[in-house]
C-alpha cells in the first residue's frame, strides 16, 4: 500500500509564498494521479490541483490558476505544490491524495499540512 507523507506549510502573509511536499513510499508515477485538496474552517473539502506523473500540464481549480504550481520529481517519488501570491482564503489545511490510473476516486492521503495566509 502507498503511503504519502507530506511536509512543508506554516504562516504567511498575504502575497507571500509557500511550498508544500508530498513523498510517496514507492515508486508512483507510472499508476497514479497526484491531487493536492485543501479544506478551511467549516467548509468542505475542495480540489485544488492534480497531476498524472509525466503529464505536461497539471489540472487546477479556478481559484488558484496562475499561482499555484504542481511540480514533480520522479527520483524522489516527490510531488510539490508551490503556492505563490497567497490569500487569506487559501488558509486551510492542504492534503495530497492518490488515485490509481483508472479509477474515480483518491484513496490514499497524507497527513495534511496547515497554511495559514494573514491578511
Known amino acids: 500500500q502507498v503511503q504519502l507523507a507530506q511536509s512543508g506549510g506554516g504562516s504567511v502573509e498575504a502575497g507571500g509564498s509557500l511550498t508544500l511536499s508530498c513523498v510517496a513510499s514507492e515508486r508512483t508515477y507510472d499508476s497514479f494521479t497526484i491531487g493536492w485538496f485543501r479544506q478551511a474552517p467549516g467548509k468542505e473539502r475542495e480540489f485544488v490541483g492534480s497531476i498524472r506523473w509525466g503529464e505536461r500540464h497539471a489540472q487546477y481549480a479556478d481559484s488558484v490558476k496562475g499561482r499555484f504550481v504542481i511540480p514533480e520529481d520522479k527520483r524522489s517519488n516527490t510531488v510539490y505544490l508551490q503556492m505563490t501570491n497567497l490569500l487569506p482564503e487559501d488558509t486551510g489545511v492542504y492534503y495530497c491524495?492518490?488515485?490509481?490510473?483508472?479509477?474515480?476516486?483518491?484513496?490514499?492521503w497524507g497527513q495534511g499540512t496547515q497554511v495559514t495566509v494573514a491578511s
Open positions: 491524495a492518490a488515485r490509481r490510473l483508472g479509477a474515480d476516486e483518491f484513496t490514499i
